[in-house]
């Protein structure tokens, strides 16, 4: 069983920031790669970013340059700081890693239960 977490998520002030956490665990034999969604209210769950086991990072455009994902490995950590937030960057905030799991022999897509960010003043 593979479990993914998210903290960091909160309230903040347009301008300001927020750093995003997630930890996988559980029976995990390799990391593909892990990556951030989000999903705002009425809208339809889409991608922020993502990093690979190599390093090789990707980003939505909307979020470039206002955003940095990255990894600890040792943790099989990977994290989002948020920079210069707007109001519609507030939503529910998804992790999802593409996991080998000991137990079975293909990668899958494994979700974390989101965390809530809401930029307003």
């Known amino acids: 069983q593979v479990q993914l977490v998210e903290s960091g998520g909160g309230l903040v002030q347009p301008g300001g920031s927020l750093k995003l956490s997630c930890t996988a665990s559980?029976?995990?034999?390799?990391?593909?790669?892990m990556g951030w969604y989000r999903q705002a209210p009425g809208k339809r769950r889409e991608f922020v970013a993502r990093?690979?086991?190599?390093?090789?990072?990707n980003y939505a455009d909307s979020v470039k340059g206002r955003f940095t994902i990255s990894k600890d490995n040792a943790k099989s950590t990977v994290y989002l700081q948020m920079n210069s937030l707007k109001p519609e960057d507030t939503a529910i905030y998804y992790c999802?890693?593409?996991?080998?799991?000991?137990?079975?022999?293909?990668?899958?897509?494994?979700w974390g239960q989101g965390t809530q960010v809401t930029v307003s003043s």
């Open positions: 990093i690979t086991s190599g390093g090789s990072t």
């Open positions: 559980g029976s995990i034999l390799s990391i593909y790669h």
């Open positions: 999802s890693g593409r996991i080998v799991a000991v137990t079975l022999p293909d990668p899958r897509d494994y």
